[in-house]
């Protein structure tokens, strides 16, 4: 007979901690939002080529491995297709359009990184750092924005928030982690490396754990830390060979070769493709951009809330280091190890990055997953900096508590201004979205394309322009799939654009000032202009009537 004892199910529900129990009740909110609005975004640039992408790979195992198209389309070979694979495998499955399965899919595991990156700091500080890390990320514009059709760059930021949490709970109990931990560590990390080879970054987070770990034990010796060290290692071959399954399975060129995964990363590092990107307002090729791009497009796209977060919290855990030094006797305990281990998740790639003076381009869209550790940061620091004034009398703490729920609300505002563009957010360091316009990198997904064909077609049915049988041409500067998704059979995509009747546009990299035409309707967000379409008939029709006859 066991001593064990589970109350009954109500009893164990009043025990949930208010904090908690906002968190469940902030991710349950997302889902409905996600649900209500998926269809408002626009398709990528490279959703196509992803979603074909996983089709090649189905196709390669349909055939047997026979069938060897995919190691030869573009560079897709390069990444793993485990995103791509699930959606196809959903698009056959299901009785709906593939992109708009693509777009919840990517929301909600959009959603899980959110949960995950909560469940983190909720380890490292309690269930209020866990509900201010779910908060902040739900307000951050380039999250937020891009869970609906970053279905590469969120998928893989999920996947190593997620890894990490399990590192840092099987790390915990070393030297006899629970299985289930190093599982599930193996099956995140497989996940992340079936996405972007990027994810062998988390070995050297895993070495680097353990390492703390043995430290912060206080182990007498050398010796006998060396011996935790290597105990500690072999506890985590089951997840490595979980991780490797994953990777080969999604990723068959990663199975070609045993090194071929630590070739695809020095094959990213020499990109040079003729993509254009904006800093600052000069134009730059992506293999000519600044060492200090993605620092400064880092800085100036998240929420200043987060990076005052995070300062705080990365000063204390230094004030502790310092400490300990000097012969102290401050804490040194495995929570300044854990924190320590998460800035080093956003300072190792960064200053890789900024060391090797890699290619860049589209903002800081490769490097979204160091938002979510920078999350947990920052939750970690308000969340000392409220039990800090919480001491103090009562006007003190509520006066914290409003400031910090101030600076959320008007970054939430920001967001339902901006949808469905959430991630055109730019901080005040660059004076929003309005002082970035033409300056940085906007919409490069021309995510406008919805509504500027609505718009278009509103103007048409407005201006009575459809006659029986009439077709008008649209020079579009965004993808063909985008605009033929919206568009009504009339209105045809063409690669003429001189001859073009319509014109449709972001205002990103000014290509909007490509063609000339009579501005029939604007796309705004908060005041600024991110998108036009054209009337060209006029311009068109001109031309046409000096042409030469025959």
Not at 45 to 67: F, K, P, T
Not at 219 to 232: H, L, N
Request: hydrophobic share 50%.
């Amino acid at each position: 007979m066991t001593n064990s004892f589970r109350p009954p199910r109500p009893a164990r529900l009043a025990n949930v901690k208010p904090f908690d129990l906002a968190v469940v009740l902030l991710i349950l909110a997302l889902v409905v939002l996600v649900a209500l609005t998926f269809g408002d975004y626009g398709i990528s640039n490279d959703e196509e080529v992803q979603h074909r992408y996983g089709e090649m790979i189905i196709g390669y195992y349909a055939s047997g491995l026979s069938d060897q198209t995919l190691f030869h389309f573009g560079n897709l070979y390069l990444y793993g297709g485990l995103f791509d694979i699930i959606a196809v495998l959903l698009a056959k499955a299901l009785p709906f359009e593939p992109y708009a399965i693509r777009h919840v899919l990517s929301a909600l595991i959009g959603l899980g990184g959110i949960w995950a990156a909560a469940a983190t700091a909720r380890l490292l500080a309690g269930p209020r750092a866990g509900f201010i890390t779910a908060l902040a990320l739900a307000i951050c514009g380039v999250w937020y924005g891009g869970m609906f059709n970053h279905t590469k760059d969120i998928p893989f930021a999920a996947a190593m928030m997620a890894a990490a949490y399990f590192l840092v709970r099987a790390v915990r109990d070393l030297p006899a982690p629970r299985l289930r931990h190093i599982g599930l560590f193996g099956l995140f990390l497989g996940a992340a490396l079936g996405l972007r080879a990027t994810g062998l970054l988390m070995f050297g987070y895993l070495a680097l754990a353990i390492g703390l770990r043995a430290w912060s034990l206080g182990a007498d010796g050398w010796q006998a830390r060396g011996r935790f060290f290597v105990i500690s290692v072999l506890r985590f071959v089951p997840a490595v060979v979980i991780a490797y399954a994953i990777m080969i399975a999604a990723w068959p060129w990663a199975a070609l070769e045993p090194d071929n995964a630590l070739r695809a990363i020095f094959a990213f590092a020499h990109f040079h493709y003729p993509i254009r990107t904006m800093l600052s307002g000069h134009v730059y090729e992506m293999g000519d951009v600044p060492r200090w791009y993605v620092p400064l497009y880092l800085a100036i796209k998240l929420p200043l809330i987060i990076w005052m977060g995070a300062a705080i919290a990365v000063s204390a855990t230094l004030w502790t280091l310092l400490a300990r030094g000097s012969g102290r006797k401050d804490r040194w305990d495995w929570q300044t190890s854990e924190i320590a281990l998460l800035a080093l998740m956003i300072v190792v790639p960064v200053t890789c990055q900024v060391i090797g003076h890699g290619p860049a381009f589209t903002g800081m869209r490769h490097f979204l997953f160091v938002v979510p550790p920078l999350a947990v940061l920052a939750a970690v620091g308000l969340d000392d900096v409220l039990s800090f004034f919480s001491r103090g009398n009562r006007l003190v703490a509520t006066a914290a508590y409003a400031i910090v729920g101030l600076a959320i609300l008007l970054d939430a505002n920001n967001l339902v201004r901006l949808h469905p563009d959430e991630y055109l957010f730019f901080n005040s360091l660059v004076g929003g979205l309005e002082g970035a316009s033409r300056r940085f990198d906007t919409d490069y997904w021309v995510n406008i394309m919805p509504e500027a064909v609505d718009d278009l077609q509103t103007f048409l049915n407005k201006n009575h322009s459809w006659r029986p049988g009439q077709r008008y041409s649209v020079a579009v500067c965004g993808e063909r799939v985008s605009f033929e998704k919206e568009a009504d059979p009339r209105l045809q995509i063409t690669g003429d654009w001189d001859n073009a009747d319509f014109f449709i546009a972001p205002t990103h990299m000014d290509c909007d000032r490509a063609l000339d035409g009579k501005v029939v309707a604007t796309i705004e967000r908060m005041g600024v202009p991110i998108g036009v379409v054209k009337d060209r008939r006029a311009l068109t029709q001109r031309e046409l009537a000096r042409a030469p006859r025959r």
